[in-house]
């Protein structure tokens, strides 16, 4: 029987050809039905495998899962199961939809099991607990520190010796799909000597990932780097909306606050660290040398393209940065070593994001922030608009998938309208 992973495998469900979801990839999704419950889904090509019928029907093991890990309100109850049972499960889907068995190609109640992704309303994948804020881009640490401060000096003193990171708000992070409005806030305008308040003005995305964890270790014990990935269940696109102008006035001397509490967007289907695995790449060389609890063996950086869109209100869209998920300095074994080397606990659903994805090449800057160098370069969009930020009624759409071997490994989109304050 061939792996899940392998290129080899087909499935019998028609995938057409650039899908982002492949036999290969089964990224894990909430999902309801005419206003049905809310249950447990698997995406295939243009359709998506309900798993709590799938269960219903006794093609999934009844002594490991119950009713309740399929249809629930999120994938935590099935995450705090553990790696080795997720795993389980995604092989025998990956089985069922393979050429290798008619078992449920077959079943006269097909339809029950197989619904089209459009005729689906797609909710939050998980309870996010807990969530954490990297800033593990060198590029674009390096840039903004070029802007901000002394260009010679641009990187702070501590970041080649930790990945650097922040606790955010988790109640305001969103699924793609659902506008948001401008955030409103305290600024302190360059002629000013007194603070205003108001709309946000230099309104800003962040082009990131995010991994979801497996449940953790009893407070005060620790994750190694060899350990990481086996407490990370999957990835999703994440826009990390960022309210410059409130920011720069708030961040000192305690961080970002509500230039970024706002919201955040993420996208619906969570891929799997198991469908990532082929994608694995080595990352950049750690200099100076990293204390020993944040080294590590083997390839922890994975090579996911990068693409993110404005599209103007009723406008076409225009691509405005292509990065790299590679280009990260710290790693995903790395965060999450960091994060729990003092004893902190995590759970299952918390949410950690990389901070904003920037390579060295201009046109891989993961912000406007940078792409417009601070609003002195404004962007040109295909209806000969210009932006240096983000105004009313854009819509910024982000993309990401990882190729290899005729392999294509999707996160679908997440893609978000702004509206103007309330």
Same mark, same amino acid.
């Given at each position: ?14 995938? +057409?050809? /650039?899908?982002? *979801?492949?036999?290969?990839?089964? +990224? ?7 206003? =049905?419950?809310?249950?447990? =889904? ?14 219903? *029907? ?23 199961? /553990? ?41 939050m994948p ?7 804020? *990297? ?72 082009l990131e ?24 269940? /999957? ?16 961040? !000192?001397?305690?961080?970002? *606050? ?51 869109? @404005? ?8 691509? !405005? ?8 300095y710290w ?9 729990? !080397? ?66 294509? @490994? ?13």
């Open positions: 029987m061939l792996a899940s992973n392998d290129p080899r495998r087909q499935s019998w469900v028609e995938v +057409p050809e /650039g899908s982002d *979801f492949p036999i290969q990839n089964l +990224p894990f999704g909430i999902l309801s039905r005419n206003g =049905g419950p809310k249950k447990v =889904g698997v995406a295939i090509g243009e359709y998506a495998l309900d798993l709590s019928a799938l269960y219903d *029907f006794g093609m999934l093991d009844i002594k490991t899962y119950r009713h309740d890990h399929f249809e629930t309100d999120t994938l935590n109850p099935l995450i705090s199961l /553990g790696k080795e049972k997720n795993r389980a499960l995604r092989e025998r889907i990956s089985y069922l939809l393979s050429t290798e068995t008619d078992e449920l190609k077959n079943n006269t109640k097909r339809d029950l099991f197989l619904v089209k992704i459009d005729e689906l309303d797609m909710h998980v309870k996010v607990g807990d969530y954490t804020d *990297f800033y593990s881009s060198e590029d674009h640490a390096r840039n903004v520190g070029t802007m901000f401060r002394d260009p010679d000096n641009a990187l702070l003193p501590n970041w080649k010796h930790i990945p650097v990171g922040y606790h955010g708000r988790a109640s305001s992070i969103i699924l793609g799909g659902q506008a948001i409005h401008r955030p409103k806030g305290q600024m302190m305008p360059a002629d000013a000597d007194q603070p205003v308040f108001g709309p946000c003005k230099l309104l800003d995305f962040e990932m995010a991994f979801i964890t497996y449940p953790g270790k009893a407070l005060g014990d620790s994750i190694s780097t060899s350990e990481a990935e086996d407490h990370i269940f /999957g990835m999703v696109i994440f826009n990390d909306w960022s309210a410059r102008d409130i920011q720069k006035w708030e961040y !000192v001397p305690l961080g970002p *606050f509500l230039a970024k509490n706002f919201a955040s967007s993420i996208s619906p289907w969570v891929v799997t660290m198991d469908a990532l695995e082929p994608f694995k790449t080595d990352g950049p060389k750690q200099e100076p040398e990293v204390l020993p609890y944040l080294k590590y063996e083997g390839q922890h950086h994975y090579d996911v393209d990068l693409q993110v869109f @404005i599209q103007p209100d009723g406008g076409e869209a225009s691509l !405005v940065s292509h990065s790299n998920y590679k280009y990260m790693n995903v074994a790395q965060q999450l070593a960091h994060h729990t !080397v003092n004893g902190c606990n995590i759970h299952a659903g918390d949410m950690m994001a990389s901070g904003t994805i920037s390579g060295k090449d201009p046109s891989s800057f993961g912000s406007m922030l940078e792409l417009s160098w601070k609003g002195t370069k404004p962007l040109k969009l295909k209806d000969g608009s210009e932006r240096k930020f983000i105004q009313d009624h854009d819509t910024v759409i982000m993309r990401g998938f990882a190729e290899k071997n005729d392999v294509r @490994i999707g996160f679908g989109e997440v893609s978000t309208k702004v509206l103007p304050a309330k």
